[in-house]
């Protein structure tokens, strides 16, 4: 294999990696019979965003040597709760020494970890400085987490710069566009489209033409969309997500929006929006308890 084909493999892989295209992914990592760190990178990343943590966990020892281990403590980190708080000290650890000595995955995991603990300002930290586009993206993330729509464009302004034409770029720029929101939603939308012509409509692409379609008031363009999305997978977190705010613009009756609610606290139980949903709804029961009524006789007994 010469070099020009091991990039065009390599761009390929990272392409469909991206669009969240990952079983392509895999699949094409398993074309490339060279030895790559970089293949094998988004080989274990597309097995983890397909929630298969097993087989990273079996095949990347712990003692392993590479910068392979990142992507099993993040498997770890994402599977096993009880390991949350030991894997976040271990990355704490790692980045007390030289950042720039690192590879660039130690990075991107250690980053992807700290907004998952919702620590934007400590994953900053360590993404401030690296021009590499997923750093570079994972900081702009991080910005509009954070409501800091101003300094995001600034890094978009960065990823144009460096790759204009990139996936990466072009996505971010979708992100950035749909936060801006009014008529950046129709930009945002073009963008998701022209990846789907380009390569294939993914559940990551067509909910972000979802999403464009919701904050422009087309819900029933959305709804088009993501039913879509439930044939190809229906427990998709993010479909179930945007049918959640999309039967809540609708008014239809209460029952869509109780089924995607108690699909979504079923069969996610680890994500960041049922961790968040569960706080503020023990929050919300305990000012019941505290503020409530004192008085608990009926309305008949107190008339009496």
């Known amino acids: ?22 079983q392509t992914c895999i699949n094409e990592c398993n074309k490339i019979s060279k030895p790559s760190l970089e293949k094998d990178i988004y080989m274990y990343r597309s097995y983890i965003a397909q929630h298969k943590y097993r087989v990273v966990l079996d095949e990347i020892k712990p003692g392993n040597e590479t910068p392979l281990l990142a992507l099993r403590y993040l498997a770890e980190y994402l599977s096993n709760s009880g390991r949350k708080e030991a894997i976040v000290s271990i990355f704490d650890e790692k980045f ?74 072009q996505l971010s720029q979708a992100w950035l566009n749909i936060q ?36 422009q008031q087309k819900y029933d363009d959305a709804e088009q969309v993501l039913r879509e999305c439930l044939n190809r997978d229906p427990n998709n977190y993010d479909t179930l997500i945007n049918l959640l705010a999309l039967s809540q613009q609708r008014d239809k009756n209460s029952s869509q929006f109780s089924r995607y609610l108690a699909q979504l606290l079923d069969d996610h139980k680890s994500s960041s929006w049922v961790a968040a949903y569960n706080k ?7 000012l019941v308890l505290q503020f409530g009524p004192s008085n608990t006789k009926s309305i008949d007994e107190i008339v009496a």
């Not at 010469?2 to 392409?15: G, K, M």
């Not at 503020?280 to 305990?286: C, K, L, T």
């Open 1 to 22: 294999m010469n070099r020009n084909n091991e990039v065009s493999e390599l761009i390929d892989v990272e392409n469909a990696f991206y669009i969240g295209n990952y």
């Open 96 to 169: 007390q020494g030289d950042i720039n000595e690192l590879h660039v995955v130690w990075i991107i995991v250690g980053a992807i970890i700290y907004c998952n603990e919702e620590t934007y300002e400590t994953a900053m930290k360590i993404l401030v400085g690296n021009f590499n586009l997923e750093c570079l993206s994972l900081h702009m993330h991080c910005l509009l987490k954070m409501s800091r729509v101003d300094l995001a464009k600034q890094v978009a302004t960065t990823m144009q710069e460096k790759d204009d034409d990139a996936t990466l770029t």
């Open 180 to 215: 801006i929101g009014g008529e950046k939603l129709q930009d945002a939308f073009f963008i998701f489209q022209d990846l789907c012509d380009k390569f294939s409509p993914t559940l990551l692409l067509l909910n972000g033409q979802a999403v464009c379609y919701i904050g």
């Open 280 to 286: 503020r709804s023990a929050e919300f029961d305990r």
